[in-house]
């Protein structure tokens, strides 16, 4: 009873994943382990255990029952054991995450920095800021150097392009801010540009 409730249970949460994943054009897989909807990961990984738990606590009674060793029921309680521990392990590293402020993913963070650099009036994009505020909220904040004759009408009208464009293709982006900002000394729209990673580094260690 306990094995076709949970597998009842798990066959739900695939298929939640599944869909998930196809939406963000992405793996199950890959999906899991950078989603941050904790909810969907927390019953996936804990479905998943408490099916492999079952199968060892009746591999452990059924040799305990066949040999008169009760050493297989203990083993079976130990695996079941570490196995509670890998997932209590994993759901709090992933939540922990979340607490300090996580970028989306690399192919994400690419797609919107092509659809902010699409638009008509932008040189360049100089530093694409990416959070995750929650599971279906997603904050954006481009550092954007626009053409030297973009007007501030032509400016507000891309800031709204950028929103209306991000917000229908990808609906969890609930915040879009675009701030204008002068090309650095000796760059061009070819130039290198500064990733998240770097401006962050750059904020921890202060200018070279």
Same mark, same amino acid.
């Given at each position: 009873?306990?094995?076709?409730?949970?597998?009842?249970?798990?066959?739900?949460?695939?298929?939640?994943?599944?869909?998930?994943?196809?939406?963000?054009?992405?793996?199950?897989?890959?999906?899991?382990?950078?989603?941050?909807?904790?909810?969907?990961?927390?019953v996936f990984l804990e479905d998943s255990a408490a099916?492999?738990?079952?199968?060892?606590? /009746? &591999?452990?009674?059924?040799?305990?029952?066949?040999?008169?060793?009760?050493?297989?029921?203990?083993?079976?309680?130990?695996?079941?054991?570490?196995?509670?521990?890998?997932?209590?392990?994993?759901?709090?590293?992933?939540?922990?995450?979340?607490?300090?402020?996580?970028?989306?993913?690399?192919?994400?963070?690419?797609?919107?920095?092509?659809?902010? /650099?699409?638009?008509?009036? &932008?040189?360049? &994009?100089?530093?694409?800021?990416?959070?995750?505020?929650?599971?279906?909220?997603?904050?954006? /904040?481009?550092?954007?150097?626009?053409?030297?004759?973009?007007?501030?009408?032509d400016i507000e009208a891309a800031a709204d392009e950028?929103?209306?464009?991000?917000?229908?293709r990808y609906p969890e982006i609930r915040f879009v801010?675009?701030?204008?900002?002068?090309?650095?000394?000796?760059?061009?729209?070819?130039?290198?540009?500064?990733?998240?990673?770097?401006?962050?580094?750059?904020?921890?260690?202060?200018? /070279?």
């Open positions: 009873m306990s094995f076709v409730i949970e597998s009842i249970s798990l066959t739900r949460a695939v298929r939640q994943v599944r869909n998930e994943s196809r939406r963000w054009r992405t793996s199950p897989r890959r999906f899991l382990r950078l989603t941050a909807d904790t909810t969907v990961k927390a099916l492999v738990g079952l199968l060892l606590a /009746a &591999v452990g009674l059924g040799l305990s029952h066949l040999t008169g060793d009760e050493l297989w029921d203990g083993l079976a309680s130990i695996g079941i054991g570490l196995l509670l521990l890998v997932v209590a392990t994993v759901l709090p590293s992933s939540n922990l995450s979340l607490l300090v402020g996580r970028s989306v993913p690399d192919r994400l963070h690419r797609e919107i920095e092509r659809e902010q /650099a699409g638009l008509p009036t &932008v040189a360049r &994009v100089d530093t694409l800021m990416t959070m995750l505020l929650g599971p279906e909220e997603i904050l954006v /904040a481009p550092k954007v150097d626009f053409h030297d004759q973009a007007t501030g009408a950028a929103e209306r464009r991000l917000t229908d801010f675009l701030d204008p900002t002068r090309a650095m000394p000796g760059t061009d729209g070819g130039g290198p540009r500064h990733t998240q990673d770097q401006e962050q580094d750059h904020r921890r260690t202060g200018p /070279a």
